[in-house]
């Protein structure tokens, strides 16, 4: 089929517990990442979601207290219509995925 791979955006990571190995392509080495982001999604390699719950906490708070502070100016319709299209997108994106994680996190 001609395929390609391009070596420089080449990511591995090992899911378990166990030691992950140094992956080589084209006398490159790759070494193995502990967690990445594919499709917006923050993935670990305990599948915890741990940075992407953190990473969706940092958003969220900034868009509280940008809520906050404008709340005085926008009737409520408006901040409904913000709140649809920055905040609900956010949290409902890949929440099939990442709502598996663990209770702690």
Known sequence: N????????CESMSFGMGKAKDIE???SKK???????Y?????DN??????H??????KMNKFCSL???????YPMNCLLIFYNAYARSLISYRL???????KTN
């Open 2 to 9: 001609k395929l390609t791979l391009n070596t420089t955006k």
């Open 31 to 37: 070494p193995t990442n502990n967690c990445f982001k």
């Open 96 to 102: 099939l995925v990442y709502g598996s994680a663990g």
């Open 53 to 58: 719950i953190t990473y969706l906490t940092r």
């Open 46 to 51: 305990k599948l915890t979601f741990r940075e």
């Open 67 to 73: 809520i906050y502070k404008v709340t005085h100016l």
């Open 39 to 43: 499709l917006g999604v923050y993935i």
């Open 25 to 27: 392509i084209f006398n």
